[in-house]
């Protein structure tokens, strides 16, 4: 896109503070030179251009360009750029291009072989700093300038006719006559010739026509959407046409030069996998007589491709009714690639800073070339990225890919469903020992790249949806979330496959344990046997109905394998802690000959539960609680919460909830009969703040009071108790300091060994 010299690069907020960082340039000196930060600027020549690149992360707040010449400085506008033959621009990978003319203003030429122009790139930086970086460009002419040449540019269109005899005419002219002596006519091809209109030089410049002589060239340059150009259609393609002739007055006679030029104004398309650009094979109105092609040639990015390099890359160019072809294909070196959600698809577009030069031959001109900048960009269209899963590795693993996604995608989160628990990685949180999903990044020689993930099929959250028959069939279900900077947005692709492996049955019953969000689930694999002859233990206790009725296990036989699935606060697990993280929960499991009694297979398996709130009584005397404190109208401050005994804190909070851990002997805890048991007694308060401190009146908290009660046979301390969720009989809004009790009745499974 072209750049408007007078809008930030980065947003400056008001328009106030706008106008007054433009002051603030304008009126800053420049006469000290800033050092220029290495890599900064990188400069090249290009056919018979200039051209410059600036880093994005130079731009500052605001940049301009400015020239320096016998008058001093001046910045460039908008409207002296398509003038004087200068572009600006925005890459599609952010930086600046400058591109200016070897015919422009302010260009000095040698011996019209040699071309320099002196020009500052000036910036405000983020401190508020005006930095001034002068810049001496050269290059030198590759070639021999054609009779003809024609420039289609971003932002305006050029004619540079080569013609020995106007430069001997200048000189044997007076120099305050020039003007007087030369005049331009325009003409539209539906007019008869004398409804041209005929124009002074000082006259066409003030409609944006530059006239100038420069040694022995012609040169015509004009603004697109100039007000005496013409808009037509050649092969389907819009044309933006000027038809201008220079008028030379010659003592009593006129040479007339034809300064006609025309320029393709079609965008690029997306064409299947391709970027496609088109342009009429014969411009009809600048050829004149039989038309003898001599060539074509491609670039982007500054950088002439050789035909082999055109091949190497995919582009091609083609002729296809009357129209030259170009195509490059989506995310070929060159070409950039940008990222954007469509109706909540990811979707790309690609965009390529290309220059097309071709060459002709007619009965007017000896050789025209006709040169094209375009900075091409196609519509985002829709993208679904590919999934390819690959088999599992001698280690166990399964390994699969995801993507391509353009540079400015990021992965943040992916969640596998396997049937348990869900296996989930964030890029916030991943750390170099993570063993459950490993991500990493593949790039590509475009600059794209995709993710591929790896994960052991034998972990406890991967459970076969089916066994048997020789194999295991998984079905996995993968979601994705990806960012797109530096916008923000977010989005989200999901997919679902089955995946079998080979499954060899066990010649002796082997245990395997996994986790699903509210249980463990214990697999037995004993192979297809007509016959089980082997019994279950669970922490030393048979496998009978009377513990499946107790415990509330869910069993599930299947041709290999038989599947026990045990409730995560079942009195069949073991407690083994309780943190703000979760509830991590165990069971031993044995497989016995029943004949033998011989122990085939033994299995120690943790899970850890996910619980918001938690009340644990411990069969060693302790009570540990987390609680959400945020119930109350304001919400309460976990962090300064305590029990009865001030001094006892919780042992670690976070922004909601705060977990307690203490014995029945200390922080305070009440001790009082009820029947054949003992009942201990805490509460988790939260102190009021009152104002002022002497004379309280008023307070700023919420009250918080919530009772945590244990019961014990009075003989045995050994009852381990859980009552999840805490919150299930008590409203933690707003409220007087009455204490509520909580009972144990209804929320709590109690199972004395």
Known sequence: MSVKFWETVLSCGQAVQWVSLVVLLLVSPLCVPSPSPPGMFHTKCIERHFWLSVRSSFLGLMFRFAFEDQNGFHFLSNQEASFCGYTVLISGVGEVVFRASFLGCHVHSKRGTDYHLHLWFVNLQSDGKVAAYPLQLHCSLQGQWSTREIVCEENYMEVSIQQSLLSGTSKTEKKGDDEADITVMFSTEDRPPEQARVLSLTEAAALGYHISQRGSHLVFRCPYSSPLSQSVKERGV??????????????????????????????????????????????????????????????????????????????????????????????????????????????????????????????????TQHRSFRLLKTPFIPQVPVFTSKAVSSKGLFSFTVGSFAADVSLQKVTVDGGGDLLTWTWSHQTQHDTDLSVSRLSHSNGSHSYQLRFPLSHTKIIPEFVGGGYKVYSLSFSFTLIISPSGEVFYHQVTIEHSIEYAAPSSPKLEGKCTDSSLLVLLHHGAQAELQWELFLAGRKLDWDLVEMGGFLLKAEDDYMSVEIPSYSPGMHFEELTLQGLVSGVEVSVVDSVSLKVEDTLVHKCTFPARELFVCLPEGRMVAVVDTTHTIPPTHPNRTTLLDHSCVPMETDSARALFSFSLDSCGTTVTTEGSFLVYENQISYRQEFLPVDDPLIHRDSPYRLTLQCRYPANDTRTFAIRHPLNSSVNLTAMSAKRRHREAANTSVCLKP
């Open 238 to 367: 819009d044309l933006e046409i000027v038809r201008a002739t220079i008028l030379y007055r010659l003592r009593s006679n006129f040479l007339a030069v034809d300064t006609t030029v025309a320029c393709a104004q079609n965008e690029a398309t997306a064409d299947g996998p391709d970027l496609l650009w088109t342009v009429p094979y014969v411009l009809s109105p600048l050829v004149h007589g039989q038309f003898r092609d001599r060539g074509m040639r491609m670039g982007v990015n500054g950088w002439t491709l050789s035909e082999p390099e055109n091949a190497e890359r995919g582009f091609k160019v083609g002729l296809q009714e009357g129209r030259v072809e170009i195509r490059i294909p989506f995310g070929a070196h060159g070409g950039h690639l940008k990222s954007g959600v469509l109706r909540g698809q990811y979707s790309q577009s690609m965009s390529v800073d290309l220059f097309f030069t071709r060459q002709w031959e007619d009965e007017r001109w000896p050789l």
